[in-house]
């Protein structure tokens, strides 16, 4: 499996210098501009982009730690170390090592894998209704004179349709769920039996995660927190680019239209590859503040390197030292996660 993985990543990285090399007389880029950009940077603001994103750490743990309460109660704040191992693992190995961090609760708070493979299933759904929603709130604010507004309309409310129609499939998953996992293994059991086990041991394990919210003062706090958390996320994302001094077309935008180049950033992190994906996602958010904002390209490169850096690598510092602290390895912690996922699918 390991040596398909790196196969895959070889080859990306191939079709990616041979597209590189193929286009090199059509690419223009200024790359004294560019290390410019970087030399005037108000690291003031790139420190407070790095202080709010590590404080969403520390709302993950209290968040998890909700989520368990039924099962077990622990402090909020002392779910803190997976969390910044299981994020250091994402970003050096790849979005399929996002197992880890449920693997290291189970392992610290003695309960079962599965139940916090259920609990990370559950958190990834509060994440997606809490982004869509500040997404969704932030673009209905978009200046009338914005290029292509309605389209960035119509993209917020469906994001926030979508929410919905989640949140609506996760109520009637808590109250029916084994009815809904036998009726879609019976309408897919015809097409194949291993997909149609599958997906039914998926909705057992949704439901299960959800079960873990007991009471609607638990459902509250848990929203809550997610939309502090995405809401600092934003924050973040408005500080890096308040950085960039010497481009006005990034250092005064609103927090609305901010949510524009939080949105392709998130999109293009989806499939993280390891170390490939940091040079896709910089170029996507270089590609999105060019179209977007009509910042020189030289700037949005430099800008969706330091998006990068503050959003997603600069936790690898504490994950590492949190790592060696719990006497874990990166590696060790993913090939464990992933027995352990295999072991228990839902």
Not at 40 to 57: E, P
Not at 74 to 94: D, K, R, Y
Not at 274 to 299: D, L, N
Request: hydrophobic content about 55%; glycine content about 6%; overall charge positive.
């Amino acid at each position: 499996m390991r040596s398909r993985k790196a196969l895959a990543v070889l080859a990306l990285a191939l079709i990616l210098a041979v597209l590189v090399f193929a286009n090199r007389d059509r690419i223009r880029f200024d790359w004294h501009a560019f290390w410019l950009q970087l030399r005037h940077i108000a690291w003031i603001h790139i420190t407070a982009g790095v202080a709010l994103i590590y404080s969403t750490y520390w709302l993950r743990s209290a968040r998890w730690s909700v989520f368990i309460s039924a099962t077990k109660k622990v402090p909020p704040f002392s779910l803190v170390g997976p969390q910044f191992i299981g994020f250091t693992a994402v970003a050096l190995l790849g979005r399929p090592a996002d197992v880890v961090r449920p693997a290291l609760v189970a392992k610290k708070t003695n309960l079962p894998t599965s139940s916090q493979l259920a609990v990370y299933a559950i958190e990834r759904m509060f994440d997606l209704g809490a982004a869509a929603i500040i997404f969704s709130s932030a673009l209905r604010f978009t200046p009338r004179d914005l290029p292509h507004r309605d389209i960035f309309v119509k993209t917020g409310n469906g994001s926030l349709e979508i929410t919905i129609a989640i949140a609506l499939f996760a109520i009637i998953v808590r109250v029916y769920g084994e009815v809904v996992a036998r009726i879609t293994h019976g309408l897919l059991h015809p097409l194949s039996a291993n997909i149609a086990g599958s997906v039914a041991d998926k909705i057992r394990g949704f439901r299960d995660g959800l079960n873990a919210i007991r009471s609607a003062q638990d459902f509250i706090l848990t929203a809550l927190i997610s939309l502090a958390m995405w809401g600092l996320i934003g924050m973040a994302y408005m500080e890096t680019l308040r950085a960039f001094v010497d481009t006005p077309q990034l250092a005064t935008l609103p927090f609305s239209r901010v949510m524009l180049l939080m949105g392709a950033s998130i999109g293009a992190s989806i499939l993280q590859i390891p170390i490939i994906g940091w040079f896709t996602q910089i170029a996507a958010t270089a590609a999105a503040m060019k179209e977007f904002y009509g910042a020189p390209i030289e700037a949005a490169t430099a800008c969706g390197a330091l998006l990068l850096f503050v959003t997603f690598l600069s936790i690898i510092p504490a994950g590492l030292i949190a790592a060696r602290v719990s006497r874990v390895t990166l590696r060790g912690a993913a090939s464990e996660a992933e027995i352990a996922e295999i072991a228990h699918p839902s």
